[in-house]
């Protein structure tokens, strides 16, 4: 099963960003977010599709349908800049799998 | 509140041994799934291994299935990982991430760095 991303974003200062995953089906697993921002570990953004943990703005949103999965961040701000990883459970390899990152930039 | 910090990271040539620690802080240990991540140095992320809050299921990613074995001590919340027969492409840091689930990961260290060099 493979995820795949976009390798880069570029969004304006208070415009709306919106990242795709792809994957077979994917609208039929839960989908989760990570934020990484240079130098720093991962942060979760995002799980179960549209679950934003505690703490995350609710600028932050995601859905999941289809064969793409989406986290859509409105009214960017420069501290969003960052690569943003999708996240998938495979149960037919019973494997963790990560997208190959989105680098999201702030213009 | 919740703290991972990893240990044990070092240069290593080809064919050696390392084994990773990972010490747990702030929360009850022995409740919660925990996992291996590693992330080449300017590339994505890739899952390693989990372990059940138990420590008796483990999962181990295909590349390095045979080579890594990870383990746990609820006592001393402590997580590890044992790396054998190390490749070049194990260069990475390694993470340490809490499980709210066996895949979701909200808690992380900020890594240890395995570099396998000749």
């Known amino acids: 099963y493979v995820l795949t991303q976009p390798p880069t974003l570029s969004v304006a200062p208070g415009k709306t960003a919106t990242m795709a995953c792809g994957g077979d089906?994917?609208?039929?697993?839960?989908v989760h977010w990570y934020q990484q921002r240079p130098g720093q570990a991962p942060v979760l953004v995002m799980h179960?599709?549209?679950e934003r943990p505690s703490g995350i703005p609710d600028r932050f949103s995601g859905s999941n349908s289809g064969n793409t999965a989406t986290l859509t961040i409105t009214r960017v701000e420069a501290g969003d800049e960052a690569d943003y990883y999708c996240?998938?459970?495979?149960?037919?390899?019973?494997?963790?799998?990560f997208g190959g990152g989105t680098k999201l930039t702030v213009l | 509140q919740a703290q991972l910090v990893e240990s044990g990271g070092a240069l290593v040539k080809p064919g050696g041994s390392l084994r990773l620690s990972c010490a747990a802080s702030?929360?009850?240990?022995?409740?919660?799934?925990m996992s291996w991540i590693r992330q080449v140095p300017g590339r994505g992320l890739e899952w390693v291994a989990h372990?059940?809050?138990?420590?008796?299921?483990?999962y181990i990613a295909d590349s390095v299935k045979g080579r890594f074995t990870i383990s746990r001590d609820n006592a001393e919340n402590s997580l590890f990982l044992q790396m054998d027969t190390l490749r070049a492409d194990d260069t990475a840091l390694y993470y340490c991430?809490?499980?709210?689930?066996?895949?979701?990961?909200?808690?992380w260290g900020q890594g240890t760095m395995v570099t396998v060099s000749a």
């Open positions: 991430a809490r499980g709210l689930r066996a895949d979701i990961f909200d808690v």
């Open positions: 702030g929360f009850p240990f022995s409740d919660y799934y």
């Open positions: 372990i059940s809050s138990s420590g008796a299921t483990p």
């Open positions: 089906e994917i609208g039929h697993k839960s």
């Open positions: 179960y599709d549209i």
């Open positions: 996240q998938v459970w495979d149960s037919s390899s019973d494997h963790v799998l």
